[in-house]
């Protein structure tokens, strides 16, 4: 490939005797086998190669007409039958749109089976025959420990908002504590971001892709992520708030949105709610 500085592979263009560089010793081997000429002579034999048809062919599609700057690119068009950016762009959202259709089927085809009667009744059944008690394995001390495993893994780990948020109230108010690896405080099974212990108060940063802000989704599309309908991720946060407060604590939810428009502004909120109860 030709380069804009001069090495020590160079040659000379067929077309124009112009110095051609190149990188390395074995490009310039090749460019001596087919001889290839210069970029701007390459430009300029694929435009004047006959007609403008060349360079043109129609969209099989809505048969408009698509302009190519190459002859290559007009080939491998050709060869693969692309269709013009309108035609594709409206493709795609079409695949889009009958994906997610046949993902809510499947997700309501699946929870009706796994949510019958039967299936449930069939489940506590070999619970009993294998544990003799159903809720064994969730009372034993071996479901504890791999709960307390996976929670140093993945329920502790903190973002570089949340530690912001902290860092700034801790300075303000000494009480309040970022629930992180060394401290795994539980509500339940949940994990507070935040917590003010003395007066029972949890903050909980929520970041506006993996919990869904709700200026920002609909609640009846899907998660690229999570794979699940926008609507359940709500009700299980609501689920979560609502265990939280029925344990006696009082829950304050910063949206990442929020906390960049205006840090400020939230951190002397909260301070100002924290210091009034």
Same mark, same amino acid.
């Given at each position: ?9 160079? &040659?000379? +263009?067929?077309? $124009? =005797?112009?110095? #051609?560089? @190149? ?7 090749? /460019?001596?086998? !087919? ?21 043109? &062919?129609? +969209?099989?599609? $809505? =048969?408009?007409? #698509?302009? @190519? ?7 491998? /068009?050709?060869? !693969? ?197």
């Amino acid at each position: 490939m030709p380069v804009k500085y001069k090495t020590e592979y160079y &040659r000379l +263009c067929m077309v $124009c =005797n112009k110095e #051609i560089y @190149y990188k390395s010793e074995r490009l310039l081997y090749y /460019a001596n086998i !087919r001889n290839t000429p210069c970029r701007s002579c390459i430009a300029t034999l694929n435009q004047v190669k006959g007609d403008e048809n060349i360079l043109t &062919r129609n +969209c099989p599609t $809505c =048969n408009c007409n #698509i302009t @190519y700057s190459y002859v290559s690119q007009r080939r491998r /068009a050709d060869k !693969r039958n692309f269709e013009c950016k309108s035609c594709a762009h409206r493709w795609s959202l079409e695949r889009v749109e009958q994906q997610s259709k046949l993902m809510i089927e499947c997700r309501a085809d699946s929870s009706s089976i796994w949510n019958s009667e039967e299936t449930k009744r069939k489940h506590r059944e070999s619970m009993i025959r294998i544990h003799k008690d159903p809720n064994s394995y969730w009372k034993s001390t071996k479901h504890k420990e791999q709960l307390l495993q996976i929670r140093k893994l993945i329920g502790c780990n903190r973002s570089k908002y949340e530690r912001e948020l902290y860092f700034k109230l801790n300075l303000i108010d000494k009480n309040f504590i970022l629930n992180d690896e060394k401290i795994q405080f539980t509500i339940g099974t949940y994990h507070p971001d935040i917590l003010y212990l003395s007066k029972k108060i949890c903050i909980e940063f929520n970041g506006d892709y993996i919990h869904a802000n709700p200026l920002f989704y609909n609640e009846d599309s899907i998660h690229p992520t999570r794979k699940c309908l926008i609507k359940e991720i709500w009700e299980r946060e609501l689920k979560r708030t609502k265990f939280i407060e029925s344990q006696g604590w009082k829950v304050i939810i910063v949206w990442e949105h929020d906390w960049e428009l205006n840090k400020e502004k939230i951190v002397n909120d909260i301070i100002d709610h924290v210091h009034s109860l």
